[in-house]
């Protein structure tokens, strides 16, 4: 695995300079890699742990940064709910509710 960064030139329009600004990152470079970061993992191609490491973030860190842009980092599914349904009953039934 090629663990040497690879460095390209850029150009980016006028307009997505407001919304590269509102990316968390101290440089453009890591704005960018957490904008790719970002759009990979809300389209599902990579892991939350995996994009954390794409960014160049903790997963602590990124997970702050999903939370920012309004991104869910967890899925709470119809299935969860039907566990946590029967986790609930059945600790309510030991206690004699």
Same mark, same amino acid.
């Given at each position: 695995?090629?663990?040497?960064p690879?460095?390209f +030139?850029?150009t *980016?329009p006028? +307009?997505?300079?407001? %919304? *590269?600004?509102?990316?968390? !990152? /101290?440089?453009i470079?890591?704005? @960018?890699?957490v904008? %790719?970061?970002?759009? *990979? %993992?809300?389209?599902?191609t990579?892991t #939350?742990?995996k $994009?954390?490491?794409? $960014? !160049?973030? $903790? *997963?602590l /860190? %990124?997970m702050?940064?999903l939370?920012?842009?309004?991104?869910?980092? !967890?899925?709470?599914?119809?299935?969860?709910?039907?566990q /946590? /349904? #029967? @986790?609930i009953?059945?600790? #309510?039934k030991?206690? !004699?509710?």
């Amino acid at each position: 695995m090629n663990t040497q960064p690879n460095t390209f +030139e850029v150009t *980016l329009p006028e +307009e997505l300079i407001p %919304f *590269l600004n509102k990316i968390s !990152g /101290d440089s453009i470079d890591q704005k @960018v890699r957490v904008a %790719f970061a970002l759009n *990979l %993992f809300t389209n599902r191609t990579v892991t #939350l742990e995996k $994009s954390a490491e794409l $960014s !160049g973030l $903790s *997963l602590l /860190d %990124f997970m702050d940064v999903l939370e920012k842009q309004g991104i869910p980092w !967890g899925e709470y599914t119809d299935e969860h709910k039907k566990q /946590d /349904d #029967l @986790v609930i009953k059945k600790m #309510l039934k030991e206690i !004699g509710q």
